[in-house]
């Protein structure tokens, strides 16, 4: 799946002229960009997680030749799956209400619902 | 920021559409990743990243608390891989430490 076919998925299901609908998921990808660039997590709930984390510099070895290196520390992004989406491509049920404080969801009750 | 965060800042920048209209569309835009992902299909969203579901084989655990032998079994995982673009700029970005001190002012 690309942009434009998420484009085509709105225009199909939503009736959004196609220039609108790509103009709104241009600008929710971009806002995404935009707040992990500022070092700002983008929680989308259903969906997951996207956290940048910080990595402190290490020693690394270029694996070709064995050469110790330093590696800087630097900035990663990580995407944590939400427990529905993990539910979802396991057939599961979408939410286990049986175990509504899974590590994702706690502390931020707006996730479940 | 969350979804509800999202849906606000896209109403913000495109006011010529309605803010509902806007949370259909963003949440149309995950629920349609969503079931591509749930048929297997990869995702790729250019000068972001992209997302592939990987298998991970059955494999035996153990219960942490009484040690006992438990079958994991197969499970579909969601991973994603960030784009070149989304990369560099997240390493750019400011330390969560400065960002905390300017919340605070």
């Known amino acids: ?8 998925q709105i225009y199909e299901r939503v009736g ?31 969906f997951g997680n996207f956290v940048v984390r910080h990595k402190n510099a290490r020693k690394g070895r270029n694996p070709q030749t064995g050469q110790e290196i330093l590696l800087d520390a630097r900035k990663v ?11 979802v491509l396991n057939d599961e049920d979408e939410v286990d209400e049986g175990n509504p404080q899974s590590i994702e969801t706690v502390g931020e009750p707006s996730d479940i619902y | 920021m969350t979804k509800s965060g999202l849906i606000e800042e896209v109403a913000r920048r495109t006011p010529h559409i309605s803010k509902k209209d806007t ?9 349609s990743m969503i079931e591509s992902l749930r048929e297997g299909e990869r995702i ?5 990243g992209s997302f592939q579901v990987k298998v991970r084989e059955a494999r035996e655990g ?30 750019e970005s400011p330390d969560p430490d400065v960002e905390k001190q300017e919340a605070v002012l």
């Not at chain 2, 949370?23 to 629920?31: D, G, K, L, P």
């Not at chain 2, 153990?62 to 197969?74: D, E, L």
């Open chain 2, 62 to 91: 153990r219960n942490p608390k009484t040690g006992a032998p438990v079958q994991i079994s197969a499970k579909r995982t969601p991973f994603f891989k960030v784009g070149k673009e989304l990369k560099e700029m997240v390493d």
């Open chain 1, 1 to 8: 799946m690309t942009k434009a076919e998420i484009v085509e």
């Open chain 2, 44 to 48: 790729e969203i250019r000068g972001f």
């Open chain 1, 77 to 87: 992004l990580t995407f944590k799956p939400s427990l529905v989406l993990k539910n």
């Open chain 2, 23 to 31: 949370e259909v569309v963003v949440n149309t835009i995950f629920e």
């Open chain 1, 16 to 46: 959004f002229s196609k220039k609108e609908a790509a103009e709104l998921v241009e600008k929710v990808f971009e806002i995404i960009k935009e707040t992990l660039a500022e070092g700002e997590k983008v929680k989308v709930s259903g």
